[in-house]
Each structure stands twice: as structure tokens, then as C-alpha cells.
């Protein structure tokens, strides 16, 4: 079998209606549309969220909130419980992260939460800490560097 000899199963292919191509189409004159009015014309409908002249829903409703997202912050987040695969290591930096495929990629930083136990003295330097990982950092005898 070559490539050229493979065509589509029957009937799973169909041509496309040639709507108001004349008599013979079987879809001439009106070309499906029906007798005059809007919807016959050029133009067709109003669309989906008009309400016939009532105010529609989507400004009756009030805005609330805001988008802070050019300013936004994305975080590689990583628990304490992620950081005991590292043995012997006793400086963690996210450049040592990346190294040992811990974390995939840096975004804007690395945000270290406090899922965990960790029973060794560690110093770890990322981007941002949760209160309760500073705690349990400290309560080992490490220390939490903000880079």
C-alpha cells in the first residue's frame, strides 16, 4: 500500500450545499431562506444575547473585581516534603532545584510552603516562603533567605 492509494471510507466525506445555485439544486430562488424579512436579508439576525430592546443580561449584571494579570506573579511552588530527596546537600539554591529536576522550571521564582517535616538545619534561598514553612525551617535550625 502507497500513500497515494489511500482514500476516505465511502460516505464518510460529503460535499457542501451549493444553496441558491438555481432550480435544479433543489435549494434555489429563496435559498432556503423563506419569504422576505430579516432574517432573509443580508445581514441575518441580531445575535444571541439581544433581548428584543430590553437591556441584556450581560449589562444589567454589575462588574466586580479586576484582572491584576500584567503584574501577576507565577510561582514554581515546592513543599518541604519535596526538598528530602535531596540528601547531603546543605545549601539549596533554585539553580541546585533545576539541577536535581526537582522543580521543571522557574517562572517568576520559587515559592517554598510548608507540607511536611523537615529534621535537618538547612538554608534555602528562593523567591517567597509561606509563614508556616519559615517556622518549620527555623524550628530545624535553618534559615530562610528570600533571594
Not at 8 to 27: D, L, T, V, Y
Not at 40 to 57: C, D, H, M, V, Y
Not at 102 to 111: C, F, L, P, R, T
Request: aromatic share 4%.
Amino acid at each position: 500500500m502507497k500513500i497515494q492509494d489511500l482514500k476516505p471510507e465511502q460516505g464518510s466525506r460529503r460535499r457542501s450545499k451549493r444553496i441558491g445555485r438555481g432550480p435544479g439544486s433543489g435549494h434555489g430562488k429563496t435559498a432556503t431562506k423563506g419569504h422576505k424579512g430579516q432574517k432573509a436579508r443580508s445581514g441575518g439576525t441580531k445575535g444571541p444575547a439581544f433581548e428584543g430592546g430590553q437591556t441584556p443580561l450581560q449589562r444589567r449584571l454589575p462588574k466586580r473585581g479586576f484582572k491584576n494579570s500584567p503584574f501577576k506573579k507565577e510561582y514554581a511552588v515546592l513543599n518541604l516534603k519535596d526538598l528530602l530527596g535531596l540528601g547531603g546537600i546543605d545549601v539549596i539554591t533554585p539553580e541546585i532545584l533545576v539541577q536535581n529536576n526537582i522543580v521543571k522550571a522557574i517562572k517568576d521564582g520559587i515559592k517554598i510552603l510548608g507540607e511536611g517535616d523537615i529534621n535537618k538545619s538547612l538554608i534555602i534561598k528562593a523567591h517567597a516562603f509561606s509563614s508556616s514553612a519559615i517556622s518549620k525551617i527555623k524550628a530545624a535550625g535553618g534559615k530562610a533567605e528570600v533571594i
